[in-house]
């Protein structure tokens, strides 16, 4: 992957800077008249790079200034596409003809190619022109001081999630001033009770910001273990109407989204009322804009006489008054926080839980909290800004005199403008660019993780330094905007990485002007914006508009499109002979998507990034091979069933990410630049497939499919035959780059391939759908490994030892089997209500989570004084039957010393209440008082 930083400041000025310096190099010097030229460019595009990094630590920069930053930028994208198309012109002449026909048609060629290196010649003289009068306008860049150059990337820390930015997004029972009004809201929906009650409805009002999400979600976790039906969705300004039918009948029903059919509003309204007609259901309808989209969704909600509950949350008093006329119902105003709530949050992000604040510096602390009026977002956007700051007196001051009365004066979103702005201006410019990157996205999406950073890599806003790989410096990019509490995390997978993200309305609309204003995103399809056609579009997001559609206006010139995302089923597909600057296509879950659309998909030379998501697609075109610029492939939705032979082309593909099944072509070991592969489907391949992915020298991450699919394959000589060579490419990656390894569907011979190999390098290892009948003794040789998922049919004491011993062990998440009952065996003798004893003696030095999952089982489960000593989040999984004795938690969970959240997930049943409430008293008793989730399965 090239080392370039594109920049919401600098526009594409460093990538131009790099690529003159190449231009400057042997292969190009032959290039006369053009020689010179390059160097010109490079002198004065280095200063401009200086000042404009200078300009964009400025909040309020003059008229001039600013006209002058555009104008460079833009410079800059249209810069880089010409150097591009005269190195692709080159890169062409380079590429020898073989055979008399090709050479006769490279000789037809010739003319057309000369003409085309004099037109690339004439634009780098144009350029140098506009560069003249660029400069001739603004003068002063000349006099500043050029300091230009890569990033000093070895002095960016380790950067991980603070555990106090999930704490304030995750850790439900733990939220500031969230137990009094959840407490408020449930008594008003008890009030008179009955499963024979009709609908009622409660809609809870207030300004953005204030939490009204947080609440109703706390709710709804509470309440929904006691109804049959349940639904939890967001509503955007620009609601697809059809969408939120489509995700309420998805989730009502717990069927997939992409297992209800579209239809139209009525069908679905229809199909919905007629599901819920006879069932108690609770539903969330969350951030409603206004009557006219409740009046619809309120339709497809039967009034029945089974207690069924809707809540709503909205900012709007006559919205809240239809939601209340709608049902029987009430409204529920929320409150800001008083000074005491104010000041809980606020130290909660800044200070460990043993920790206070400095006494120098509670005055300003008092006046900072006093200007937030109580509003949570901003509490948390000031928290998140002071938190990477020294705690000095000069330094607090400093941002508490920046604040100004703003909220003081205007508790409301306004007021959270000037908080914003100044957390966007205390950010470093990579992570500008990262966080304006978000304002792609439409309101209220939940943004995958790993998704959002291969976009920035693809887009040129992360690079490596000779020591990270590009997804790992990305990965810390995205904690950091975590940790200032500038992106929110919606998901968490079980080792309590986040999953996926979002970010609040509020922060949302702030990041849209500033990426309007620079020109960074144009957005189609939000009603409230129109898409101004005297700038070229470089970035476009097709969003919904008010008819559930999305198109792009005729007068937009698609020419110098680098990113094209689209966010709406119905859509008419250009050609992509329009977007030949593309770096990022994303076709989003665009329903008219056909495998025809992609025939010219070879001639986007530029290409970084491609993510198809549409059933539809069945098979890649030959020319995808063309894209010798690609990095990120992402075709896991789509029902392609084998690769073309051209892929082995793509010899800077850095992540492959498929379905399962999927036939790959001989020639993978082409492919070195792999540092991700998702899913290789081991019985679906030929053994040479098999034996070139243990090449693949760069592979850190992979992810096998190990299921039978014929018959031929249940023979047991082909089955050891396969197992051998995937255990040896396994054992060859291992030795090389390879850090995780994940493993499904193995179920009938993992325990073959487990005593077949032995990854010494691991970092992480997951074996999922595979039930083993026990821990390999090889496991315990691997010395790195930091994250393991096991699924064992039987736990013994001994296993327990070996997984005990493993020295960096940090998450561990054991799971029942899929074989039968999971029984504990002690010093190797089955007693199926026996108690498996974790001492001090088993180890587990470095533990810090642990999920242990019986499903629908008793746990079976006693931690004695000295185990896991640095465990800090424990999640339980089993049924009641036996693990609660004379009312409490039997576990030992009190000698656990430095556990800090307890999770339990109990089997339905009429021991619940019993159960949460022996939880309760257990967590209470423990000398931390861990936070305590309780969930019925």
């Not at 207690?307 to 239809?322: C, L």
Request: hydrophobic letters at 40%; aromatic letters at 8%.
């Amino acid at each position: 992957m090239e080392a370039v930083l594109v920049s919401a400041a600098t526009g594409a000025l460093r990538s131009v800077l790099e690529k003159l310096a190449t231009l400057l190099g042997d292969k190009y010097k032959c290039y006369k008249g053009v020689h010179g030229e390059i160097q010109f460019l490079t002198d004065e595009l280095a200063a401009m790079h200086a000042f404009l990094l200078k300009m964009s630590e400025e909040e309020e920069p003059n008229e001039q200034d600013k006209e002058w930053v555009n104008a460079v930028r833009e410079l800059s994208y249209d810069m880089e596409d010409s150097i591009d198309d005269f190195m692709q012109g080159v890169d062409d002449k380079d590429n020898k003809p073989d055979g008399f026909l090709e050479k006769i048609k490279h000789s037809l060629r010739k003319l057309g190619k000369m003409k085309t290196r004099q037109r690339i010649g004439n634009e780098i003289q144009d350029l140098k022109k506009q560069i003249i009068d660029v400069g001739k306008r603004n003068q002063r860049y000349k006099t500043r001081h050029v300091v230009f150059g890569t990033v000093n990337l070895s002095n960016i820390k380790n950067v991980v999630v603070d555990p106090r930015a999930l704490a304030i997004f995750e850790h439900g029972s733990k939220l500031v001033g969230i137990d009094e009004p959840k407490a408020e809201i449930i008594k008003l929906l008890a009030e008179g009770e009955s499963k024979q009650e009709q609908t009622k409805s409660l809609s809870i009002i207030g300004p953005g910001g204030m939490g009204k999400t947080t609440l109703a979600n706390q709710v709804y976790r509470d309440l929904k273990a006691k109804f049959e039906c349940r639904a939890f969705l967001s509503i955007s300004r620009n609601p697809d109407i059809i969408n939120i039918l489509r995700t309420i009948l998805s989730e009502v029903t717990s069927k997939g989204y992409p297992d209800t059919e579209a239809g139209s509003i009525q069908q679905l309204i229809n199909k919905i009322t007629d599901f819920l007609a006879d069932k108690r259901y609770f539903v969330v309808v969350d951030d409603i804009w206004d009557v006219v989209t409740w009046d619809i969704i309120k339709l497809a909600f039967p009034m029945t006489s089974l207690g069924s509950i809707i809540i709503t949350t909205t900012r709007k008093n006559d919205v809240a008054e239809s939601c209340r006329s709608s049902f029987s119902g009430a409204i529920y105003g929320i409150r800001a926080l008083n000074m005491v709530l104010s000041r809980q949050l606020f130290h909660r992000r800044l200070f460990k839980s043993n920790e206070d604040c400095p006494s120098h510096l509670e005055r300003l602390a008092y006046q900072m909290l006093k200007k937030c009026a109580g509003l949570p977002l901003a509490i948390i956007a000031i928290s998140g800004l002071l938190a990477n700051r020294e705690r000095t007196e000069d330094t607090w001051t400093a941002v508490e005199k920046s604040i100004g009365r703003a909220l003081e004066r205007n508790p409301t979103i306004e007021g959270m403008i000037k908080i914003l702005s100044l957390s966007y201006f205390d950010l470093p410019p990579h992570l500008k660019t990262c966080l304006l990157y978000l304002s792609i996205f439409p309101e209220d999406a939940i943004i995958q993780t790993k998704n959002l950073i291969w976009r920035w890599i693809a887009e040129g806003f992360v690079h490596k330094d000779g020591k990270h790989t590009a997804f790992e410096l990305g990965q810390r990019y995205f904690n950091e905007l975590i940790n200032r509490n500038l992106i929110q995390v919606a998901h968490t997978n079980r080792f309590g990485k986040v999953k996926s993200c979002r970010v609040h309305d509020t922060i949302l609309d702030f990041i849209i002007s500033k990426s309007i204003e620079e020109n960074f995103v144009s957005l189609v399809g939000v009603p409230s914006l129109t898409v101004g056609t005297q700038r070229k579009v470089r970035r476009l997001s097709l969003q919904v508009d008010d008819q559930g559609k999305s198109v792009i206006p005729t007068c937009l010139v698609l020419s110098h499109v680098r990113s094209l995302n689209v966010f709406v089923q119905s859509f008419e597909i250009p050609s992509l002979d329009e977007f030949r600057r593309l770096r990022v296509l994303d076709f989003g879950g665009c329903m008219k998507l056909e495998n025809h659309h992609l025939s010219n998909i070879g001639r986007l030379f530029q290409l970084r990034c491609l993510i198809l998501r549409n059933r539809e697609i069945t098979e890649l075109p030959e020319v995808i091979g063309h894209l010798c610029c690609l990095e990120v492939l992402d075709i896991r939705r789509t029902n392609v069933k084998e690769l073309p032979a051209t892929i082995v082309n793509l010899g800077k593909l850095v992540c492959l990410l498929m379905p399962d099944c999927v036939k790959i072509p001989n020639g993978i070991a082409k492919m070195q630049a792999l540092e991700v592969f998702n899913w290789v489907t081991v019985f679906k391949q030929t053994s040479n497939l098999l034996h070139e992915l243990g090449q693949l020298k760069n592979l850190r991450e992979l992810v096998l499919g190990l299921r039978i699919y014929s018959s031929r394959d249940d023979d047991t000589i082909r089955t050891l035959e396969v197992i051998k060579v995937i255990a040896s490419a396994v054992q060859s990656l291992s030795r090389q780059n390879l850090r995780s390894l994940t493993i499904n569907d193995g179920r009938n011979f993992m325990q073959r391939f487990l005593c077949s190999s032995t990854p010494l390098s691991l970092q992480s290892l997951k074996i999922n759908f595979s039930g083993c009948s026990r821990v390999p003794n090889w496991l315990g040789s691997l010395v790195n490994l930091q994250r393991l998922c096991l699924q064992l049919n039987e736990v013994r004491h001994d296993d327990i030892c070996i997984l005990g011993a493993l020295p960096t062990l940090v998450d561990l998440i054991l799971k029942r089997g899929p074989d039968g009952l999971t029984r504990i065996s002690y010093y190797g003798f089955n007693f199926n209500y026996s108690k498996l004893r974790i001492s001090g003696d088993v180890g587990f030095p470095c533990l810090r989570q642990f999920y242990f999952d019986a499903y629908y089982y008793p746990l079976h489960l006693m931690f004695e004084v000295g185990s896991m000593p640095r465990l800090d989040k424990l999640t339980m999984a089993f049924c009641l039957d036996r693990d609660i004795e004379d009312g409490v938690f039997n576990f030992g969970i009190e000698n656990l010393p430095n556990l800090l959240i307890l999770t339990c997930i109990i089997a339905s049943g009429h021991m619940y209440k019993a159960a949460k409430a022996a939880a309760e008293r257990t967590a209470k008793t423990h000398p931390n008082k861990p936070t305590l989730f309780c969930y019925s399965s």
